[in-house]
């Protein structure tokens, strides 16, 4: 891999670059999140104490500040409530435009702004049903020790229901 | 003993696509702020506030006030510190110098902000942009500084109160039409309603016109307890009345209402309550129109007019020179662009322009003005109000 201009670069892996979270334990807690999305499912942190499900997932609870959570799966189809086509301005990593966005009520638990994928322009309107996508992203050569690991990595957008 | 707070001087780089670096802006901006007031002896700064947003990606700088006070040939001994809110950094270092002042623990506050946006490759801003919003969340979903979010936002409003595309058209053509006017804004041009109505599409229904654009450039402003600002100045002294800032949700999925932004609601209230101004009482207004549906909200949801009819209200000219409250005199975002920590410094002089008498396009008798900002995902906003008399 070459980095034009910064030649002691080269090969070098930068996370002030990385457009995706780091998922592993060692840097990050909620590393659970994305197991499970690697299972196609949607989950977030549940309160045992107060019953709050927040999202993004948390480890304290930002209603009652317990520590007490567990994991629960939420719905992975949707409702489309609107939708935006991006022509100009796509950031680098999310492909040719449009760039396709829609709100989405996630029955009821929250309303998303998310990305749509596998998605023609003028395709997708209102009332229309979305569903999880899940797809692999860079791994990450993490450090241990000597070694360098390739810690695999997903994230998620959403498709129409064909 | 109340310590009041004046604004006595303030000054700006040019604004654009501009040659130069990150430190070359800020020392353009404290010359023109010195120029603004030679009464000031920029000796006499006692603290340094610096507003910048990206210093660490597009210009691989933290550390940044030491750097500009050393820049801007000031020696703060009372606070030299950076502040960050992405889109209102600025006028949240006003607001944290204002209370520095008013509690004693400065006199006299040199606030500076500003960015170098435009890197040797353009593609790395709109990269940089991904960390603006909830990177691990909404980042991953390709929205940056967000024209999607405001397409959205525009789509709901015309959905919900029959806002039109033609209302957007007229925030671009008023705000176009005053940087005109201003020599250091990044566009010199007006547009006509056709051009607008027929520019490129960016995000439907925002088209180029109602986007700002990608800017460079710095600002400064410094604010004085009363007592040295009247010794400091000769000019109309203007004091900061109050100011406010609210958050309600950060990432996308949390925000409680499209169209109604309960955060502005919630920091106008607070300043004005704190001013003890009433909506009707503002006599101009530089809101954040960083896309031309945010100024038609922003009228509404400030209390300038009743919430849904933003739309009718500009196209009425309700928020241009000669209506209820002219806003974005000297071209806002839309006009002057947008280095993210030097817009709310350009909207304090501008505000302090108008209230002193001075201003290239004066509202005349103009008294009470307000500034407002948002930042990041609509997740924060930000709200000052000025005076010719203390609150």
Known sequence: MSTPGISILDGKYMVTMDLWPQQSKEFNQIHLFYEYLKEGRFTTTKCKDCGSEPFPPRVMCPDCYSVNLEWVDWPTIGTVIDVTEEAVGVPLGFGKPPLVHALVDLDGKKTFFVRIINCKTGELKSGDKVKLAVFDVDPVPQEFGREVVEMPRVFYAFEPVK | ?391
């Open chain 2, 1 to 391: 003993m109340d310590r009041n707070v004046c604004v006595i001087a303030g000054g700006m780089s040019k604004w654009g696509v501009r040659d130069g670096s990150q430190r070359d802006f800020f020392q353009e901006a404290a010359k023109a702020c010195y120029d603004d007031n030679p009464q000031l002896n920029p000796k006499e700064i006692d603290g340094l506030l610096v507003a910048s947003a990206y210093t660490e990606r597009t210009s691989y700088q933290t550390h940044l006030a030491p750097l500009v006070a050393e820049y801007a040939g000031i020696k703060p001994k009372n606070i030299c510190a950076r502040v960050e809110l992405l889109c209102a950094s600025g006028s949240s270092a006003i607001i944290l110098a204002f209370a520095m002042i008013k509690s004693g623990q400065a006199d006299v506050v040199m606030v500076a902000g500003g960015e170098k946006l435009y890197t040797p490759q353009k593609w790395e801003v709109f990269y940089s942009e991904l960390a603006s919003v909830d990177h691990d969340w909404d980042g991953g979903q390709g929205l940056g500084l967000p024209p999607p979010v405001f397409a959205m936002v525009a789509k709901q409003h015309m959905a919900q109160y029959g806002t039109k595309k033609e209302h957007l058209g007229v925030v671009s053509v008023k705000n176009r039409r005053n940087s005109a006017k201003n020599p250091k804004a990044q566009f010199q041009t007006e547009v006509t309603m056709e051009e607008v109505m027929s520019g490129r599409m960016i995000v439907p229904p925002l088209t180029l016109y109602d986007c700002c654009p990608i800017t460079d450039g710095a600002a400064c402003i410094v604010l004085a307890v009363e007592e040295k600002a009247k010794q400091m100045t000769d000019k109309p002294l203007v004091y900061i009345r109050g100011t406010a800032q609210a958050s309600v949700n950060n990432m996308s999925a949390n925000m409680p209402n499209w169209t109604t932004w309960e955060a502005l609601k919630i920091a106008a209230q607070q300043a004005y309550s704190k001013s003890k101004v009433d909506p009707k009482e503002v006599n101009v207004a530089m809101t954040h129109d960083c896309f031309t549906i945010s100024e038609i909200i922003e009228m509404e949801d400030l209390g300038f007019c009743k919430k849904g009819e933003g739309g009718f209200f500009v196209a009425d000219g309700q928020n241009d020179f000669g209506g209820q409250v002219p806003t974005n005199t000297d071209g806002g975002l839309l006009g002057c662009g947008h280095p993210f920590g030097g817009t709310g410094i350009r909207q304090g002089m501008e505000v302090t322009r108008q209230l002193r008498g001075d201003a290239i396009q004066q509202v005349p008798n103009a008294t009470i003005g307000l500034t407002h900002n948002l930042s990041g995902f609509i997740a924060a906003h930000t709200v000052l109000i000025y005076g010719r008399e203390v609150a």
